[in-house]
């Protein structure tokens, strides 16, 4: 496969447990935010969103929480599985005139069985 | 479900050439961009396009261009391949200019 990014910071975690992946954001005025998935050598995945009148949103899975006074994402993945090894980026959705996704660099999440 | 294609998976091309990245998706989305990915920089916006022969700068237009003249097409060029243009593209669509994107395969472009 192909790496996506060589200086990433990284989590290891065993299967089975349970896994927090954290993102700072830039913009207080961002309302909506977006956590992507990307697998070696595949383009990003969406995992899950929340906008900034929620604090906290769950999937299958993955839970979502937002922290608008410090400018907090955090991803939570339940019963961390070996498919779950990726880069997770978060992603905030500035209004700079027109409406764009800010992707943060990454982190490397590695899933040991 | 939604899909974005890309042309290439892997391109090699050399310091000068014109080059050419397709992007196709299938679901009638409004907004197309194109970004490029390189270690340690996440992903940065080149261009997009909200519409049918629109187009607006990103962060980072510098030595690009592009084209839309069709709807679900939305093409990336490169008038003179220069090495610092090697990189992963990535194409996406959304269907909202502030909603969801989805993502392309990727072009992992070397320029020798």
């Known amino acids: 496969g192909e790496s996506v990014g060589l200086h990433l910071p990284t989590l290891s975690v065993q299967e089975g447990d349970n896994s927090i992946i954290n993102c700072a954001y830039s913009?207080?005025?961002?309302?909506?935010f977006i956590w992507y998935k990307q697998e070696s050598g595949k383009g990003p995945q969406f995992i899950i969103d929340i906008r900034s009148n929620m604090d906290k949103r769950q999937g299958q899975r993955v839970t979502v929480l937002l922290n608008k006074t410090v400018k907090h994402l955090s991803l939570q993945i339940a019963a961390t599985q070996p498919g779950d090894s990726a880069v997770y980026f978060c992603?905030?959705?500035?209004?700079?005139?027109?409406?764009?996704?800010?992707f943060g660099t990454g982190t490397r999440l590695l899933v040991s069985p | 479900d939604v899909k974005v294609t890309q042309s290439s998976r892997y391109l090699v091309k050399r310091t000068g050439e014109k080059v050419f990245l397709e992007c196709v998706q299938d679901?009638?989305?409004?907004?197309m961009f194109w970004y490029r990915q390189d270690p340690g920089l996440g992903l940065r916006l080149i261009y997009f396009s909200y519409d049918v022969k629109m187009k607006e700068k990103g962060d980072i237009p510098e030595g690009y261009s592009v084209s839309r003249e069709k709807k679900e097409r939305f093409s990336l060029i490169l008038e003179s391949a220069s090495t610092n243009q090697t990189s992963m593209y990535l194409c996406?669509?959304?269907?909202?200019?502030?909603?969801?994107?989805?993502f392309g395969p990727g072009t992992r472009l070397t320029v020798l």
């Open positions: 996406a669509s959304s269907l909202f200019a502030g909603g969801e994107q989805f």
């Open positions: 992603a905030e959705m500035m209004n700079t005139g027109f409406q764009k996704l800010v």
């Open positions: 913009n207080s005025a961002s309302d909506y």
């Open positions: 679901m009638d989305h409004e907004n």
